[in-house]
């Protein structure tokens, strides 16, 4: 057998009958050499049966509710496949892709094969936009280029089965980023990767489904933390941990403590320290106002008072009207604040109209402009170009002002600024 294809299902009847009808022509191009595995991780709805009806040729196999990793690891070890190709239930491949990856895997005795894809979006059973991702070639070193944010879904993967299972298959105890984790420990172990240009995979998004690793936020990004934690430490002991890496997994790990939402300064110290212990010349990305905080107040309180400043606006949300004009007086005195933090943190080496990432409530509260949502997404460097900046599911981008305009912003006197602060807070006062 040529190919194990391993579909993991947990209550999927909705996407079960047009799996089985893509996976018609992959079965025909494959003339017996593919096997279709399919694993039922204790669906409570009609998965299995329905399964059955549609694809009569599969292996099943059953299992009580374990998770997505579990239910992969279940399906790989009834396989007999040279390779393996991880399908979800809710994506398609297209009939030639398992032949042109399987065929570059055997030439050049890889243990990895990735292509490009396509993103699909669908709303209301619709596909309402589409995106190809090509070409999809990391954009350097892997290691450092999953460490920076580059990724791809597993649909596009083609594994070598006795690769996977010398590295233990996928972490059973992750449950949201368990894809980040494999395609890590992968590229750590230095296995052979190869990249044939084709867009063979479709990975579906659905927008009435909230995906697991939005569903838990802290959760979630303490398991990313996990994870990263236990590859620097399994590079340190290969001694394979190299200054572009450790770059690469200090901006990770600020991304980990970007998105957490967690206050505790112990575990903010914690992640500080280890930050600064893998790149200590590590500047922080983020709105200027935050850059500023965390050079002259450190990292620690920098986070924190931005986790109150989310608070904050939560709980102005909930006031009423009866406050409106204070709140109104409130939101002139947080501008001006936020005005004179621009101009004292002001960096002449700001590049123009560049990106960063952080809390889209964040963003609004500190008056950020053009501020857009951002989907799951690869940036398009050939590799020729370095890794880019971190980036992260999900998250917000903001494109900052020029930097012409915050040369022309810093001409306005400071002290002129912090007067009309203190005048506006007077007045609040004065109207309570």
């Not at 960063?356 to 964040?362: F, H, S």
């Not at 690869?378 to 980036?391: A, E, F, K, N, V």
Request: glycine letters at 8%.
């Amino acid at each position: 057998m040529l190919v194990s294809i391993i579909i993991p299902c947990y209550n999927g009847v909705r996407y079960i009958p047009g799996l089985a009808q893509s996976l018609v022509p992959v079965l025909a191009a494959g003339r017996g050499e593919y096997e279709v595995i399919f694993v039922d991780d204790g669906s409570a709805d009609a998965s299995a049966e329905l399964a059955r009806q549609h694809l009569p040729g599969a292996r099943f196999v059953q299992q009580p509710n374990r998770g997505l990793s579990a239910a992969r690891n279940a399906g790989v070890a009834v396989a007999t496949g040279e390779y393996l190709q991880l399908l979800d239930v809710d994506d398609t491949i297209e009939p030639d892709k398992l032949a042109a990856q399987a065929g570059a895997a055997t030439a050049a005795a890889a243990d990895v094969v990735y292509s490009d894809w396509r993103l699909l979006t669908i709303d209301g059973g619709k596909v309402v936009r589409t995106e190809v991702f090509a070409p999809a070639q990391a954009p350097c070193e892997m290691v450092e280029a999953i460490l920076s944010g580059w990724s791809a879904p597993p649909v596009s993967y083609l594994f070598r089965r006795s690769a996977y299972l010398e590295l233990g298959g996928s972490d059973e105890n992750t449950r949201a980023w368990g894809d980040f984790d494999l395609f890590l420990r992968f590229s750590i172990a230095s296995r052979p990767h190869v990249y044939v240009p084709g867009t063979f995979s479709n990975y579906y998004r659905y927008l009435d489904v909230k995906s697991l690793a939005r569903r838990d936020l802290r959760a979630n990004a303490l398991e990313r933390e996990m994870i990263l934690r236990n590859a620097t430490a399994a590079m340190k002991e290969q001694k394979t941990l190299t200054p572009p890496r450790r770059r690469a997994a200090a901006k990770a790990l600020f991304g980990v403590l970007r998105t957490a939402g967690i206050s505790d300064r112990a575990w903010l110290q914690n992640m500080a320290q280890h930050i600064h212990d893998l790149d200590p010349s590590f500047r922080p990305a983020g709105p200027v106002t935050y850059r500023a905080l965390a050079r002259t107040l450190g990292l620690v309180t920098a986070e924190r008072i931005a986790l109150a400043l989310r608070g904050f606006r939560g709980q102005r949300a909930e006031v009423g009207s009866q406050r409106s004009e204070v709140g109104s007086r409130w939101s002139v005195v947080r501008s001006l604040v936020i005005s004179a933090f621009q101009l004292l943190a002001f960096d002449p080496a700001l590049p123009s109209d560049c990106a960063r990432w952080a809390d889209a409530e964040e963003f609004r509260f500190l008056g950020a402009s053009d501020v857009r949502t951002v989907g799951f997404a690869t940036h398009q460097l050939g590799p020729s170009q370095g890794c880019p900046r971190s980036w992260y599911d999900h998250r917000i981008a903001l494109t900052h002002p020029s930097q012409r305009d915050f040369r022309s912003a810093a001409t306005v006197p400071v002290p002129q600024i912090v007067g009309w602060v203190f005048k506006v807070m007077k007045e609040v006062k004065d109207g309570e």
